[in-house]
Each structure stands twice: as structure tokens, then as C-alpha cells.
């Protein structure tokens, strides 16, 4: 899951300089150097399993494995495969397999607007209401894809243009946004997410009607006399009540931050420093419906087009109440393909687009794809798949730690999709060990794309789940393992389950003897790469950064002059904003 908060956009900028400063400046690490006390990594599944063994006796840590031949159907081998455990991300292998099974991989999501009666001819007057009625569509204006259109305001420019190309300047009914798809529980922060996560970009809340990830982008820049410093918004400032406390400085440690408080202002504080560029930060937004229906009509508004009636925004409606019907359709938005969207939520571990996806599945089938529905649409796909004991999660994305499976469980899974019509699409959608997504940078043996799997982390949770191909390019092992820990384990869990995931290709070519000589354990994480993982695992608090860096910034010359290629090894693991043409792009962590 890609968890760094763009809220600390600034500071992270000033803590990946920290992590190439460390990397340079750290000593190669010795050839066999022991790790937890041992001078050779596992040689056997048995080895692995003693050695886990003894870290969840001396560190609480709680592991499940399970891993099967496709071909003979054989388990290879598992380690408390029945184990309940916190999948992280690995949900989103769910989600993909809902929505290729209910939705299909050429599904486009439509946004429509339209009349919801028909005009008179000639007349300037209408006496109805504008309809929008949405569908979950995850892709208006999202910053990491291209596709049309970039700004949310060029869509309801267009609409307003519609309206004027039928002669209509004054409407007397309300503005309509039809957002019922994804019933009431839409539109507020869910209450299975840890609250802590709550002003981070990661965890932007789903609606039905919804653009730019449902985030605000906040780009801050220094004022030329001092002071406080110059806010820019985008989509818009329209709607925002904010608080500037930030100062323009000259010298010191320069860092920003922007967040909603309790009563909807936001909150920006921090300093710029003089001569910068600004640092733009993303920051969700508490109520994203109610934020662009205020933009619809501010668009309308802004082409001369008066509407005399409410907003009205349905979340819900009974089953025997029909939605709100469009007599004459004006325009129409069509996402990309399903296939497209969810290789990019896949690749880049997106929590927004998982739950739009997850939620949108629920939709298709039972009317409403709110949280309650969702879950009783996944019993059911369950049940098709033949496993109806999994008990159903409650998100889409693997964000609330309220989601619990078994290894063997989501391997079974796994396995039935993969002997499915969608195994393709699947495939092609899952990261590739050393060459894509959140595995670019894992490699498991002297060959990449040996394992196509999904990552899964959290703070003290990691997990890996997909397939393990032999050498002819087939997948041959399917295989979920999972760890968890009370506490964040500075890179342990991950680092077990590579050596599991190396032993399960050396099995595989070596057959199932796996008579092959020790191989040296990796050193010891350097504090350079324990500072990366600290970047991908845990949302770190300003301060907390703040605190990180000051030590090496007090020291001269401990920053190169040149660091932008090995910046570029970091961002790599971090999603990049796509820029508007009046801003450079930025990392968005």
C-alpha cells in the first residue's frame, strides 16, 4: 500500500535528501553479514519455519502460510494456513476479483447530466430540474491517469455549455446529483479506518459522484515581501473556509502542512522559505459531494445560466422509490475501461480507486453499494467461487484493520480466478517481481518477473499473495503469506517473507528435495533503508520527521549538491502528481 501522506509533502521532500545522504555516506555492507543472530539465511522450509518460530516467541509476531501447485493441486507447503490475519492490501485482490466477475473488464463507469423534463422549443425559461446521476466513477480528474479531463471544472463547463446550446438561461427546478449508487454511508470518513489516518492523501473517503481523487491541492509559495505565505488551491477555492498561519522565512528549516480540523476549516501552517518554488500538499476533503456540486453550479453560474431552486444531493432511496429520471440526456462522461483501472490501482496499491471499485461492484448487483451491501455482494461472490465460509471485509482497499482472512483462504481464491476467463486480466493487473509496481524494487531471484503478487502493508502487517512462475513463463505455485506484529518491525516482516518467496523459486527449479547449500543471509537493513521503509509503511507525523532530520542538517556538507537521480530512485516507489499547466510536478507521496 503506498502510505507516505502528502499532507508532509515538504518534509518528505527533505527526508528522501536524508535517505541519499545516508546511502552515500553509509559503509558497503559486509559479504555474509549475520542478521538476527544468524549467519545464513534459511537453507530449508524448515529452517524458515524455525526461525519464525522464534520471532513470534520473542517478538509477537503471528504468521500464516499457504502455498499450493497449481498443476498437481499438491500444498507445498503451510505454516497455520487457517490463521486469521490482517491482509493490508492483499484486499484488493477481492476487490479485483468482485469487480472482473460482476463488472467485466471492458465495464466503463458513466457519469450522466441531463433534463428531467423535456425543454419547450425557443424558450429561454425551463421549468424542471438539471440531473446528475453518478456511478462510482473513480477516474474524473484523477491526478495519476491519462484521461479526460484534467480539471474537474472543463466537465461542468461542458454541461453549462450544453444547457446554453439548448437555448435554456433560467432554470426553476433544483440541481440534482444523484449520488444514491453508493448509499448513505458515503460522502463521511468510514468508521472502520483508524482515525489516524483521517488527513492523509491515502485515505481520501469514497462518493458516488466524485473528481481529482477527492482531494484538494494545496500549493503554498513564498510571499516576495515576507509574511505570510501565498495558498493556491485547485480544482478551486470556492467552497473552502481556511486559516493561513503560515510565515515566509529566509533562512532555517523550511516545511509545511495543511489539514481539516473538526469544524471543516482548513488549517495551513508552517514555513516556506524565500526563493522556492512553494510545496504543494494534498489533502482530502471532508465532504467531496457537497464540495463539486458547489463547483456544478458555480459553473453554471459563471456561463449565465441562473438556477432558481436547491442543490439537493440523494445519497439514498428506497427500493421502490425510482432514481431521478433524466428525460433528456445532454452530455455523458465515460471512464476508462475497467481493465485499465484496476491494472493502475493494482500496480500502485491506490486505496481511493479500491473502494469506488468495491463499492461500484455492490451497485451493479443490489441497487446501492453501500458498506453493508458491499460485504453481502462479496458473501455471495464467495459463494459462486465455491468457498461461502470466507467472511466478507469491510473496505475495499485493506485500509481498516477490521479485515481478517486466512492464507489459505485468499490462495483459494486466487486459485479460482486464476482458473477463470478473467486469469488474464488478473495477471497483467498484479505486480511483477523486480520489473512493476509496488515489487519494482523486489526481486526474489537472479530472473525477474518470477513472482506476480500482490504487497499488503500496514503499520506492524505485511503480506504477499499471487502466483510463483517456473521457468517457462507459467504460473506454477499459488501462495499467500502473512505476518503481523503488535508493533512496527523496522522491515522484519517483509524480509522474512522474501526469504520464503526465494526458497519457494529455489524449490521449484530444484524439485522438491532442495538439497542446495546455505545461502548468505542480506546485511542488516542499513538505517538508510530502514528510513525508506519508514516511507512506505507508516504515515510519520511533521514533527516526527522534523525531529529525523535536524541532526544531518546541522552537519555542513552532509547534503549533495546533485541528488535528483537519486531522488528519482525514490519516487519511483511514490505516485507523481501529473501537473496542471501552471504548476511543475510534484511528488505526491
Keep these: 500500500m503506498s502510505l507516505p501522506p502528502s499532507r508532509t509533502r515538504s518534509f518528505l521532500a527533505l527526508l528522501g535528501r536524508l535517505v541519499?545522504?545516508?546511502?552515500?555516506?553509509?559503509?558497503?555492507?559486509?559479504?555474509?553479514?549475520?542478521?538476527?543472530?544468524?549467519?545464513?539465511a534459511p537453507a530449508t522450509l524448515a529452517a524458515w519455519e524455525a526461525a519464525v518460530a522464534r520471532a513470534e516467541s520473542q517478538y509477537g509476531e503471528r504468521w500464516g502460510v499457504y502455498v499450493e501447485d497449481l498443476q498437481t493441486g499438491e500444498t507445498i507447503y503451510e505454516y497455520f494456513p487457517q490463521r486469521k490475519l490482517i491482509p493490508a492490501s492483499n484486499r484488493k485482490i477481492i476487490t479485483t476479483g468482485m469487480a472482473l466477475t460482476i463488472l467485466g473488464p471492458d465495464y466503463r463507469f458513466l457519469t450522466e447530466f441531463g433534463l428531467s423534463s423535456p425543454p419547450e422549443p425557443g424558450r429561454a425559461h425551463y421549468h424542471g430540474s438539471l440531473v446528475v446521476r453518478a456511478s462510482g466513477d473513480p477516474a474524473i480528474a484523477f491526478p495519476g491517469l491519462r484521461h479526460e479531463p484534467r480539471d474537474p471544472l472543463t466537465l461542468f463547463r461542458g454541461w453549462a455549455q450544453a444547457l446554453k446550446d439548448e437555448g435554456i438561461a433560467f432554470v426553476y427546478g433544483d440541481l440534482i446529483v444523484d449520488a444514491s449508487a453508493f448509499g448513505a454511508d458515503q460522502n463521511?470518513?468510514?468508521?472502520?479506518?483508524?482515525?489516524?489516518?483521517?488527513?492523509?492523501?491515502?485515505?481520501?473517503?469514497?462518493?458516488?459522484?466524485?473528481?481529482?481523487?477527492?482531494?484538494?491541492?494545496?500549493?503554498?509559495?513564498?510571499?516576495?515581501?515576507?509574511?505570510?505565505?501565498?495558498?493556491d488551491f485547485f480544482p478551486s477555492r470556492q467552497g473552502i473556509v481556511f486559516s493561513n498561519q503560515t510565515r515566509t522565512i529566509y533562512e532555517g528549516y523550511s516545511g509545511v502542512n495543511a489539514e481539516f480540523n473538526a469544524l471543516g476549516e482548513l488549517i495551513?501552517?508552517?514555513r516556506i522559505r524565500s526563493g522556492r518554488d512553494g510545496e504543494v500538499l494534498m489533502v482530502p476533503m471532508l465532504k467531496p459531494l457537497d464540495y463539486f456540486a458547489a463547483l456544478m453550479r458555480q459553473a453554471f453560474t459563471d456561463a449565465g445560466i441562473q438556477i432558481l431552486g436547491s442543490t439537493m444531493i440523494q445519497t439514498e432511496r428506497s427500493r421502490e422509490q425510482p432514481p431521478p429520471f433524466i428525460q433528456k440526456r445532454l452530455a455523458q462522461h465515460d471512464s476508462p475501461s475497467l481493465n485499465e483501472l484496476l491494472e493502475y490501482m493494482m500496480l500502485r496499491s491506490n486505496n481511493f480507486m479500491a473502494e469506488q471499485i468495491w463499492r461500484a461492484a455492490a451497485a451493479r448487483t443490489r441497487g446501492v453499494g453501500d458498506r453493508n451491501g458491499a460485504r453481502q455482494v462479496e458473501q455471495a461472490w464467495y459463494a459462486d467461487l465455491g468457498l461461502p465460509w470466507i467472511e466478507p471485509g469491510w473496505d475495499g482497499s485493506g485500509l481498516s484493520r477490521r479485515n481478517q482472512i486466512t492464507p489459505k483462504d485468499l490462495a483459494l481464491v486466487l486459485r479460482r480466478m486464476h482458473g477463470t476467463a478473467y486469469r488474464e486480466f488478473l495477471l497483467a493487473a498484479m505486480p511483477s517481481s523486480g520489473r512493476t509496481g509496488t515489487l519494482r524494487n523486489r526481486s526474489f531471484s537472479s530472473e525477474d518477473e518470477r513472482v506476480v503478487a500482490k504487497t499488503g502493508t500496514l503499520s506492524g502487517v505485511s503480506a504477499l499473495s499471487g502466483f510463483v512462475f517456473d521457468k517457462q513463463g507459467q504460473p506454477r505455485y499459488v501462495f499467500s503469506v502473512m505476518g503481523n506484529a503488535d508493533r512496527e518491525t523496522h522491515g522484519r516482516l517483509s524480509t522474512r517473507i522474501n526469504s520464503l518467496i526465494r526458497l519457494l523459486i529455489r524449490r521449484l527449479d530444484a524439485g522438491p528435495a532442495l538439497t542446495v547449500a546455505a545461502q548468505p543471509e542480506p546485511a542488516l537493513p542499513t538505517d538508510a533503508e530502514l528510513l525508506e521503509q519508514k516511507l512506505g509503511d507508516l504515515p510519520l507525523k511533521p514533527r516526527e520527521i522534523e525531529a529525523a532530520l535536524q541532526p544531518v542538517l546541522a552537519v555542513p556538507g552532509n547534503l549533495p549538491l546533485d541528488v535528483s537521480t537519486d531522488e528519482q530512485i525514490l519516487q519511483d516507489r511514490l505516485r507523481v502528481l501529473q501537473p496542471t499547466p501552471d504548476l511543475k510536478s510534484k511528488t505526491n507521496p
Design 188 to 231: 463521511q470518513w468510514p468508521d472502520v479506518w483508524s482515525e489516524h489516518h483521517q488527513q492523509y492523501s491515502y485515505a481520501a473517503v469514497p462518493s458516488a459522484f466524485a473528481a481529482h481523487e477527492n482531494q484538494l491541492r494545496v500549493k503554498v509559495s513564498p510571499a516576495s515581501g515576507g509574511g505570510k505565505g501565498l495558498l
Design 268 to 270: 495551513v501552517t508552517g
Design 20 to 40: 541519499v545522504a545516508c546511502l552515500l555516506a553509509a559503509p558497503a555492507p559486509r559479504a555474509g553479514a549475520a542478521a538476527s543472530g544468524s549467519s545464513s
